[in-house]
């Protein structure tokens, strides 16, 4: 698949089927989280494959938001001791966005190989931690569910509004409004 049809499929899945992912689809798919960038190149953003069904019950009931039941789940999480180590004061910002990053690279990869995913956050920090054994310096960015979609996503428009494109200064528009 381009990645222009990659672009244009991706959608968010909250529907999937209980079919298992096979390993070397996963492992594709942190691949592709890895090849995001960080700040600096410093490596304090992580990936957790998360299979284990115990597990998954548990982070569902920490994350009211994850919506979906399925078979994989990809948690993406950052070293904030490392992250400020390497790239100082920015890290807390910095650091989000290179979770943003890899996880977009995740969904997209996941597009190509027809599995369905999508982003969710989540509020109660101390509980995940928890449950992912996860020591307290580190963040939980993004939880991002992966599976076989139980219906095809169709493709739909942003939304009127959103995503506006400027030209030199803020407020002229880069082409149409
Ligand atoms: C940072 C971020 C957090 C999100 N959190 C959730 C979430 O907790 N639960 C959920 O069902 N969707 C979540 N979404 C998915 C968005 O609702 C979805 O991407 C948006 O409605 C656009 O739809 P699309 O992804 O199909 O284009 C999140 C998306 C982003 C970017």
Redesign the pocket.
């Known amino acids: 698949m381009e990645l222009s049809e990659a672009l244009a499929r991706?959608?968010?899945c909250?529907d999937f089927s209980d079919e298992p992912v096979p390993r070397e689809l996963i492992e594709k798919l942190t691949y592709a989280a890895r090849r995001a960038p960080t700040a600096c190149n410093a490596p304090y953003r992580h990936v957790m494959v998360i299979d284990d069904p115990k597990v998954i019950r548990g982070v569902k009931l920490m994350s009211p938001?994850?919506?979906a039941n399925p078979p994989v789940l990809l948690v993406i999480v950052t070293d904030l001791i490392e992250a400020v180590e390497k790239t100082g004061p920015l890290a807390e910002r910095s650091s989000y966005v290179d979770s943003?990053a890899a996880g977009e690279n995740i969904l997209l990869a996941a597009t190509e190989l027809g599995l369905g995913s999508?982003?969710?956050?989540i509020p109660a920090m101390a509980g995940i931690r928890e449950i992912l054994g996860l020591p307290a310096h580190y963040r939980v960015d993004?939880i991002i569910p992966i599976g076989y979609p139980r219906n095809s996503a169709k493709t739909?428009k942003a939304r009127k509004g959103a995503n506006k494109v400027f030209h030199n200064q803020f407020g002229v528009f880069f082409g149409e409004a």
């Open positions: 991706r959608r968010a909250r938001s994850l919506l943003g999508q982003f969710t956050m993004l739909v």
